[in-house]
């Protein structure tokens, strides 16, 4: 088998393959209130989220396109198709599953992490989740893990009308205001007081159809004292022409709960990814995020911390990877308001063959978080003199009587170590990708097994050709 040395030559048809078109129903392109009406009766919607989706449209208007990060001239909303249905309604069972999008997630190892070590998955194909199942043990603590549409019609109603972009307003920019517009899919999460969930749930996106974009919404409530790992994978094949994410995570963690949610993101390299995430904590509670970036041709991407209740706490690890024709801008973002919080952001970012990687953080603490503690480190690997790394850190701090910090690195790969490596018999190829690995090694320790080895080949798919 021929050793592939270039860029052009990278295998990487477990993401890349395409399946043929068969979705029921696709919306016209472009963004008009007759298109998101159109939308919202699809989708079944109560009277309120119709009024929200045209009254997001309208905010979505008024404001202007983001000036301050990578260009995204490249993206036409006029081209862009919102809503793709697939051929099939949502199913519990895999087995009832249509062959040709079974064997879409069966080729990315969804079934098989459900069997291993899940407590639930919930799969979405372009616009609709086609398959949902939570395990039954979990179900009797009392955990709801349904899709968003089921929520929002059914016995959950109530709590997804009051928490429904209340924490990312489609006030906050332009792509929230568009998410608010034409938002479908996703999953909602209820965690009972005190309930532990001792195994994580798991969503996975795939945008199949080219032109078009996905914007699901993921709400999750983890009530006192409760506790949740989820997480969250995608991917999509590479087309030729533009494709757009924008979705939106919204976090509500209780006193005392825990709750860590983990992403492995790999869209194709024509993607632009708009992506909002946000939590609140209360008193005594826990964030973690887990964030690994590796696709995509532009990222704009800040999950956000709120930190309402005195003791609350939040970490950041998060790892970027910017290849070729990449420029991925991402980072986090924290606001200290309670007594004693603390946050901490600790991010690694790879650049190769001319990707830019830009680390963007800001930390607000207010004038009523005393004895505030935050630190904040990045690290930035250039594997080459045409790569670019930048780190922008914002503070904002209204206290005297709090702990701040920030510190960043900025370094390519020895050549010293390399050689070692090679007198131990490795390929420069794979001495440099076992380096990258060790430097990686901060996030994947942090992912289940199974994501932990996909973040790991992810490196190894991303330096094929670093060296040719």
């Known amino acids: 088998m021929k050793e592939k040395s270039q860029v052009e030559d990278i295998d990487r048809s477990i993401y890349d393959f395409k399946d043929d078109e068969k979705d029921a129903y696709r919306i016209k392109a472009g963004l008009t209130p007759e298109i998101v009406q159109k939308l919202s009766k699809e989708k079944h919607d109560p009277a309120w989220m119709e009024l929200f989706r045209l009254h997001s449209l309208q905010i979505y208007n008024e404001m202007a396109v983001p000036d301050w990060g990578p260009s995204i001239e490249g993206l036409n909303m ?146 006192e004292g409760a506790d949740l790992h989820f997480i969250e994978g995608c991917s999509a094949p590479k087309y030729n022409v533009a494709n757009l994410h924008a979705g939106c ?124 503690k935050s630190a904040v480190s990045c690290q930035s690997l250039m594997l080459d003199s045409e790569s670019r790394s930048d780190t922008i850190p914002a503070m904002d701090i209204r206290t005297k009587n709090a702990n701040v910090g920030h510190e960043a690195q900025i370094g390519s790969i020895s050549d010293e170590a390399v050689f070692y490596l090679m007198s131990r018999g490795m390929s420069e190829e794979d001495a440099r990708a076992c380096i990258v690995s060790g430097f990686a090694d901060n996030v994947s320790k942090e992912l289940p097994l199974e994501y932990a080895l996909e973040m790991n080949n992810l490196i190894r798919l991303e330096m094929k050709g670093s060296i040719g």
């Open 249 to 372: 995570v919204e976090l509500f963690v209780g006193k005392n709960a825990r709750l860590r949610y983990s992403t492995i993101e790999n869209w194709s390299k024509n993607m632009y990814n708009l992506n909002t995430k946000r939590a609140l904590v209360e008193e005594g509670g826990t964030i973690e995020w887990v964030s690994g970036s590796f696709g995509s041709h532009v990222s704009y991407l800040y999950p956000m911390s709120i930190l309402k209740g005195r003791d609350s706490k939040m970490e950041f690890t998060g790892i970027t990877f910017a290849g070729k024709g990449q420029n991925l801008d991402t980072g986090a973002k924290v606001v200290h308001i309670g007594e004693n919080t603390s946050s901490y952001i600790n991010t690694k970012s790879i650049s190769k063959d001319g990707g830019i990687s830009t680390f963007r953080s800001s930390v607000v603490v207010n004038k009523g978080a005393e004895s505030a």
């Open 78 to 223: 006029d081209q862009i198709v919102t809503y793709v249905r697939p051929n099939t309604k949502m199913k519990a069972k895999w087995s009832d599953v249509p062959e040709d999008i079974k064997n879409t997630f069966e080729r990315l190892g969804i079934p098989e992490a459900e069997r291993k070590s899940l407590a639930g998955v919930g799969a979405q194909y372009d616009s609709e989740l086609v398959y949902h199942n939570v395990r039954e043990e979990v179900a009797a603590q009392g955990v709801v893990y349904t899709d968003m549409e089921s929520a929002l019609t059914g016995e959950y109603a109530d709590m997804v009308k009051k928490h429904f972009m209340k924490l990312v307003k489609p006030t906050d920019h332009k792509f929230a205001a568009l998410h608010g517009a034409v938002w479908s899919g996703g999953s909602f999460v209820y965690v009972p007081k005190g309930v532990s969930v001792e195994i994580p749930l798991q969503s996975y996106f795939r945008l199949n159809a080219p032109g078009a974009g996905q914007f699901e919404h993921t709400l999750i409530i983890v009530d």
